[in-house]
């Protein structure tokens, strides 16, 4: 089936504009989760979604950076007056919720954002 | 919160030859470690997990070791092959339904023909 897909997959933008990146999970997939990864570097943890919900937000830097799950679906990430150590990319993953078994989290192929 | 540390940053084994990349720990409520191989410019894909109630795992020419007492575990890989040439992660998570993962820094692994 269709693994976990991001747009766009490239990203160019000004410092202090509005960016939304877009994360289409696994369909079936309850658990959906963003990653910032800079060069050299692991994934860093931003926010996980249980359903509609963020069941845990503690990684978001500061209240620039928001995301949304509306339908328990799709995500989006939404970065306000960006700046340029925002640049990196930005991964999503998702996982079916089954209490232990089988909750791999499948990544997907990252959105590049370049803050100019 | 969790902190792992990663070891060694960058590897290079001839063909044939074994690799092994460790991890360490630091909150022993952690009890989910997966590796994740990523090629460059590609996703993470999970290669191979342990939970904290088994000492190894094998799977092929891979295989993963926990020691929970002293909070580390490691990667093996026997047999190497060109392909597995790319930087592997290591992950730490606390698994009571889905919670973040929080890795390594990453190794780069070079296979030399």
């Known amino acids: 089936g269709a693994g976990v897909s991001q747009t766009p997959s490239n990203k160019v933008t000004e410092k202090g504009k509005y960016v939304e990146l877009r994360c289409d999970p696994i369909s079936g997939h309850t658990a959906l989760y963003w990653y910032r990864q800079s060069l050299g570097q692991g994934p860093e943890f931003l926010i996980y979604f249980q359903g509609t919900g963020a069941a845990d937000d503690s990684g978001l830097p500061n209240d620039r950076f928001f995301a949304v799950r509306p339908e328990g679906s799709v995500s989006t990430l939404k970065i306000q007056r960006t700046e340029r150590g925002d640049s990196a990319v930005y991964l999503c993953?998702?996982?079916?919720?089954?209490?232990?078994?089988?909750?791999?989290?499948?990544f997907g192929p990252g959105t590049r954002l370049t803050v100019l | 919160g969790e902190n792992v540390e990663q070891h060694p940053s960058t590897l290079s084994v001839q063909e044939g030859d074994s690799a092994v990349i460790k991890c360490t720990y630091s909150d022993s409520a952690s009890n989910y470690f997966p590796w994740y191989k990523q090629e460059l410019g590609k996703r993470p894909q999970l290669i191979i997990d342990?939970?904290?109630?088994?000492g190894e795992k094998k799977d092929q020419r891979i295989a993963v070791t926990l020691n929970k007492t002293a909070k580390h575990f490691s990667l093996h890989i026997t047999e190497t092959q060109p392909e597995d040439s790319a930087v592997y992660f290591c992950?730490?998570?606390?698994?009571?339904?889905?919670?973040?993962?929080?890795f390594g820094t990453g190794t780069r692994l070079t296979i030399i023909p």
């Open positions: 342990i939970r904290s109630n088994v």
């Open positions: 992950a730490a998570q606390f698994n009571f339904g889905n919670e973040k993962l929080t």
């Open positions: 993953a998702s996982s079916s919720y089954t209490s232990g078994r089988d909750d791999t989290q499948y």
